[in-house]
């Protein structure tokens, strides 16, 4: 039998959850319903207990850190009084770039890198900057060369104005930790509307006072989707409900789930990946513009590995735990190079020591080629090559490679190819008819990170609420989630 909603929410990840709790803020009285695929809310959000010395502790295997900078999700964390740990970030920081892998280790925020080298990578993070200052995230095309930065690929404007393959390599790996792509996947104007949506370069990469790196949140960010979760209560929420169809007529939708089940509602909010919307079906067909824009961006390869310790000997060592690296050499006879692109201390609140690497782009793809012994074996070597063979000496080890998530595919974000942007603004965020777009790869202020899942959330909440309430909207709540000011019904 078809059950009747006001709004039916398509995915329970934060940007899900954070649209629901905000139309139930302006009137409690709506009935809204979230179908989520998996078995369990939070998507790419996901906190997992690790064994230490005295007994167990949580660590995150997805989203791992938040920002001052990030207002959105600072916001939530305060209203749930879910506290946040600084990144440990005192002593030698590692970096291993060129043909020889040679590891050189540095103490300043400064790699260590020829003059020249230094000079190219400075230069070249100012011009991206300054270029991301243009990108309006409403129309990132009208910038000025917009159509031409669509047409490259991050490669091809690194070799345009980098000088040295050093620094270059530097951008390589950063773009690779950051994003989970490879240069030449990616669009430069893309890069620039990601970056511009940070507010800028330096917020995205670095781990310094009011940087996107800046604190880890105590006791894992899963417990933010898992809050919002308890507050809206079990009734509003399905799980194990794939969506499969969406069909709509003047003013209705019907959302089918795999099991048959239906859904009668007057407003959808997709708020799943691009990518993921691609698989579903909907009559009639989304917008040709749309389609192709789903099609042009998949989502980025991303793993994490945790590994917990007895002590955190990096730091009796004078070592921050902080590693930038092309892998090094390869130890698998499967792989080019070792597997990690970055790592960092990720000893808990308690205090319970631990490291947390990043495997992304190509080196992932290859990594996942290994079998389970040798993936270990070939994180703990490159490991070792910064911190010495104490690596080895572990108490709990745990791997999760996102691709293996049937309704995420991967991570930590979708991004765009070259040729894409054109099909972006529209794409991306307009509704379509009683439908919806939400989720974090929508947001115009930190896209690809859970501050955006909020926002995007509160964005496609405010479109619905401008038309099925438009009283509980305010010009604060437009500036807030940067909306651009439309009257209702007009
Ligand atoms: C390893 C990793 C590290 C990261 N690091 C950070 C970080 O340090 N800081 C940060 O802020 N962010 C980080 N992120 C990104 C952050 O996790 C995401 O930006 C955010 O969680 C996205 O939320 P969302 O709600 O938009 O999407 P998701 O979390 O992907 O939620 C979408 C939900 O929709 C469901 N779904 C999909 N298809 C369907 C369907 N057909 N029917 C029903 N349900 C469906 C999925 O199962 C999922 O639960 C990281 C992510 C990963 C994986």
């Known amino acids: 039998m078809e059950e009747d909603y006001d709004v039916v929410i398509v995915g329970a990840g934060i940007s899900g959850l954070s649209a629901a ?31 230490t010395e005295t007994g167990t502790d949580s660590w995150d295997l997805g989203a791992h850190w938040v920002g001052r900078c990030q207002t959105h999700i600072m916001k939530l964390l305060e209203e749930f009084d879910i506290k946040t740990h600084p990144q440990y970030l005192t002593g030698r920081k590692f970096l291993q770039v060129g043909k020889d892998n040679s590891v050189k280790s540095y103490m300043s925020d400064i790699p260590t890198l020829s003059l020249l080298a230094l000079l190219d990578l400075d230069r070249a993070m100012k011009r991206i900057e300054s270029l991301a200052k243009e990108v309006d995230q409403n129309d990132p095309l009208s910038c000025k060369r917009g159509k031409e930065f669509d047409g490259m690929t991050m490669e091809t404007y690194i070799n345009q104005t980098m000088w040295m393959a050093e620094s270059k390599e530097v951008m390589e790996v950063a773009l690779r930790g950051v994003l989970g792509v490879e240069l030449c996947e990616i669009s430069f104007l893309y890069f620039l509307t990601y970056v511009s949506a940070a507010g800028g370069l330096k917020n995205l990469v670095e781990a310094t006072p009011y940087m996107a790196q800046e604190y880890t949140v105590q006791g894992g960010c899963y417990q933010i989707s898992l809050r919002m979760a308890e507050e809206l209560g079990d009734s509003r929420i399905k799980l194990r409900e794939p969506v499969t169809l969406i069909t709509q007529s003047q003013d209705t939708a019907v959302v089918t789930t795999e099991s048959g089940k239906t859904y009668k509602c007057k407003k959808v909010v997709l708020a799943i990946p691009p990518s993921q919307i691609a698989k579903i079906n909907f009559n009639p067909r989304l917008p040709p513009v749309k389609r192709e824009l789903h099609k042009r961006m998949p989502v980025a ?22 590693v930038v690296t092309n ?15 970055l790592v960092f201390d990720d000893t808990s609140a308690s205090g319970n020591p631990g490291l947390v690497a990043f495997i992304a782009g190509y080196q ?10 040798s993936r270990k074996s070939s994180v703990l070597k490159c490991l070792a090559q910064f911190f010495g063979e104490q690596v080895h000496d572990y108490i709990d080890y745990a791997e999760k490679d996102w691709e293996a998530e049937p309704y ?5 974000v979708c991004v765009a190819g070259p040729g894409a942007m054109k099909y972006y ?10 439908i919806h777009f939400a989720g974090t790869e929508t947001a115009t202020i930190w896209t690809g990170y859970m501050s955006g899942a909020v926002q995007a959330g509160h964005r496609a909440a405010i479109e619905i609420l401008l038309d099925l ?9 437009l500036i807030d989630n940067n909306k651009p000011f439309k009257l209702p019904n007009t």
């Open 301 to 322: 390869n991303y793993a994490k590995v945790v590994i917990t310790y007895k002590k955190t000997f990096w730091r009796e060592d004078g070592s921050s735990g902080e």
């Open 21 to 51: 709790r905000y139309l139930l803020a302006k009137d409690s009285n709506l009935n809204i319903l979230l179908l989520e695929a998996a078995d369990r809310v939070g998507g790419r959000t996901f906190t997992v207990p690790l064994k």
């Open 408 to 412: 995420v595919g991967g991570a930590p």
């Open 425 to 434: 603004t529209v794409g991306l965020r307009e509704p379509f008819n009683c």
């Open 327 to 341: 892998g090094g050499p390869s130890t698998e006879s499967d792989c080019t190079s070792g597997p990690l692109c």
């Open 364 to 373: 992932l793809v290859e990594w996942r080629q290994l079998n389970d012994a």
């Open 469 to 477: 309430r438009p009283q509980t909207v305010s010009g604060q709540d």
